[in-house]
């Protein structure tokens, strides 16, 4: 079996060939085994675990989108009252946790907020063992605090020394962790329990299958009247399958469209009673010579949400659109925005070009894809998307400056491109500057306001 299927199977990732070959070859070194299809043949599950750590191990940090903590906060308030009639806490999951870093968050903006610690508890769950020991370790270094506040850190850490600190016990006692893979759980036994739900940052490593079974699961599991907090990038896949967005401001929620009503139980046996926080001896976690999960990652999401359309005609067939007039230095920029909005729908040649990039990138073609692009371009030079899918090559070719050039490009020629704005965010945000990403994100969302249905 090839590296990527395997791998796909045991995480329902849709991984860049170039990211697989990369752990392979790490863990082959580690093993000592030179023979890759013996090492992939032969390999056992604690090997494929290690294997699959290398391919999911996230970035994250604390109060990351902070607004998103802000509506979950919210919508905890609202169920506190009713939850304790029903003689049960509000439950909330998080769903990758990653290192801890968002149910942390969320505990220590229950925490500011005044809420009684037996009012809600948390759950979190992460397909990767690594991220789950860390999490319960609660040891985070300078990385995982980038807010330009950081008053939480006074109130809910204990310095360490070499920048690092020790979520208080208060904090850590409220969230009980565990690994758990969420397409192969059994949903239904936890059906309508959770009345708040984190899934951000999970559904764009995933094709368009697999998107939809997971969300079905996470439908499954959240209270009728319950709210999602979703990343940025992937509210339109909750938006076609079964959600319906929320109005507050880049928090990115959601509930769910139908109102059947939940079957009611008790505690869910998934997670044990709530227990004393593993000892902590004040050591962080060895530092590992790993990838994170790239951004290169959620380009093949991206192209594969696209409907597939017809193959490329040979080059000499091809008939380019009407040039698109160009803003000239003595239009003011509104006037260059209102040009570049205003582009003409592709023609059928456009799309059969642009849908050949695609299903060249998909096969793992990299170079031919973008040759498709740059060959449309010759005929089309305003082809905001050619400029878009160049900038997803380069992101799968780890050129993270060219691909952020290539996405500027395509924003100027069409500024309210969604998917444009939504990678361009992410790498701007791998970049060290979260007020661009903020910035970036809020764009996005205003897009896909203005293109919901009335």
Known sequence: MKATE???????????????????????????????KAYLRDIAPEELTALVELVVV???????????????????????????RMGRPVRILSLPCAGGEEPYSMAMALADAKLAPSAYSIDACDLS?????????????????????????????TPLGGERYQIKAEIQHQVRFRQANLLTLDATRWQGCYDVIFCRNLLIYFDKPTTRAAIGRIATMLADNGILLSGYAELPNFVHNGFTPLPHRQAFALRKDDSSPAAAGGKPAWFPERRQAPPCDGAAIPARGTPTRRSSDVARLMRQSLAPVAPLPAAPALRPPAPMPRATRAQPVAAATAVATAAPPPTPAAADALAEARRLADQGRVDDAAAACRRWLEYAPDSAEAYFILGLLSEIGRQPEQAEALLKRCLYLQPDHYEALCHLALLTEQGGDPSAAATLKARAARVYQRQLPR
């Open 6 to 36: 395997l791998l796909r199977q045991a995480t329902g990732m849709n991984l860049s060939r170039a990211v697989v070959d990369e752990a392979v070859q790490q863990r082959m070194a580690l093993t000592g085994c030179r023979d890759r």
């Open 58 to 84: 996230p970035e994250s940090w604390l109060f990351r989108d902070p607004q998103a903590f802000v509506a979950a906060v919210q919508h905890v308030q609202l169920r506190a009252a009713d939850s304790a």
């Open 129 to 157: 063992p690594a991220c789950i020991a860390r999490a319960q370790r609660g040891v985070y270094g300078r990385n995982a605090f980038r807010n330009s506040d950081l008053s939480f850190r006074e109130r809910y850490f």
